[in-house]
Each structure stands twice: as C-alpha cells, then as structure tokens.
C-alpha cells in the first residue's frame, strides 16, 4: 500500500500556495463544477436557506462558498483534517465577497459535537474515498452524534460490483481498489457500514459526478 498517497492530504500548503490558490488543485480540481453540483445536489434535497448544513471534509471550501452564499448567516458548518485548507477556505470567502459568518473546526476524528448543533443536512465529498473501513464507521458514528429525527446526510463513495466478484472482472484491479486509495467498497459495504454505526442508509448511486463516485443517504433509524 502506498502510505505516502494515504497521507498526502495531510500535508500542509503555506501561504504562498494558498495565495496561489494550488488548494483548489490539492482537493481534486474541477474546482467550480464540483462545488456548483454538490450546492445544486443538496437544494434538489431539500436544503434551504434556514437549514442548518455540516460540510464534512470541507477543504478549501469548493463547496462551501456556494453553500455560504445561500445560507442564512451563521447556518454553514465545515470539518477538515487539514488546517491549512480551512485558512484557504476563509481566504476564498474574503475573495467572494462573502461577509457572512461561519463556523470551521479542524479535527482528525470526524468529530462536530464541538459546536453543539443538531444538523438538518450534511455532506461530504471525496471523504470516504480516502479512508478505510473502520473509519467509515467511525465517521458515521461521530455524524450520529449531530443528527436529529429528520436529519438527512449525504456521503459520496466509489462503487465496486457486489462480492464475490463477478465472472469476467478484472481481478488485477482489486488489490488497486480495496488495498489503496482511493478505495473502493461495494453497495452492500456502505449499507453495512451505516448500520453498523445505528444508522439507517439509502442508496442514490448515480448523481452526476464526474469521476463516477456514488451518492448514499443516511437517516436515523
């Protein structure tokens, strides 16, 4: 496995980066088109101006500038193992214009109990795709912790086909796709791991991502 790959978003950009804006390349790129499709996901799911939204792994905010300029003042949540992207995220806000108030936590516990708010949404993008499987339940146990009776989450993931692998798939592939990241997990994995954690999922799949990730919705039982 490569831990170097595993731990590349832990590094830390400077503020020459920042100034630079290499943030919006260090989360992936596409910086504008995935940042508009998350907005547009979670308004098309009910988000509204007075819902009270936790990003988790907000970055440098590609999605949360959208989200901030839509949200009633004070109602946008962030968490990122990273403190130098949420500078950069507070750095794009003051670049949009976007006098508003906001609240972002660094933590590499999944862990937004700190702010003492029970969340109607959440979402998270190319998270999951970096963290293994006792980490996903891990999260989802953390998301547990800040969602009330009609709370809706959204949690983005690579799909593989169901185990055992079919006839036909291409088997020099699964060590790429379950032994390094980005990982990958089956729809029956990503079901387990939420239940696992108390939680009650929903498969979406499909949302228009463009590098394929799948969408699942979580509720309390």
Not at 66 to 71: K, T
Not at 88 to 107: C, F, P
Not at 120 to 129: A, H, K
Not at 140 to 152: C, I, L
Request: aromatic share 14%; net charge neutral.
């Amino acid at each position: 496995m490569d831990q170097t790959r595993i731990n590349q978003y832990h590094r830390e950009l400077g503020p020459i980066q920042r100034k630079l804006k290499i943030h919006r390349l260090f989360v992936g790129g596409r910086w504008e088109e995935i940042g508009r499709l998350q907005f547009d996901f979670m308004v098309s799911q009910g988000l509204v101006p007075t819902s009270k939204l936790l990003d988790v792994g907000c970055g440098a905010l590609r999605g949360g500038l959208h989200f901030v300029r839509y949200l009633d003042d004070g109602n946008y949540y962030g968490i990122d193992i990273n403190k130098s992207l949420l500078k950069a995220g507070k750095q794009e806000l003051r670049s949009a214009g976007l006098d508003k108030q906001v609240h972002l936590h660094r933590t590499d516990q999944f862990d937004a109990s700190d702010f003492n708010v029970q969340f109607d949404f959440g979402i998270s993008v190319s998270l999951l795709t970096h963290v293994t499987a006792n980490q996903i339940i891990y999260c989802f146990m953390q998301m547990r912790r800040v969602m009330h009776e009609a709370s809706r989450f959204y949690f983005t993931f690579y799909e593989v086909p169901e185990l055992p692998i079919p006839d036909g798939y291409p088997r020099e592939t699964l060590s790429t796709y379950f032994l390094s990241d980005p990982f990958h997990y089956t729809r029956d994995q990503m079901e387990y791991f939420a239940r696992s954690a108390g939680l009650a999922p929903h498969y979406i799949g499909d949302w228009g991502h463009p590098m394929g990730q799948q969408m699942l919705e979580l509720r309390l039982p």
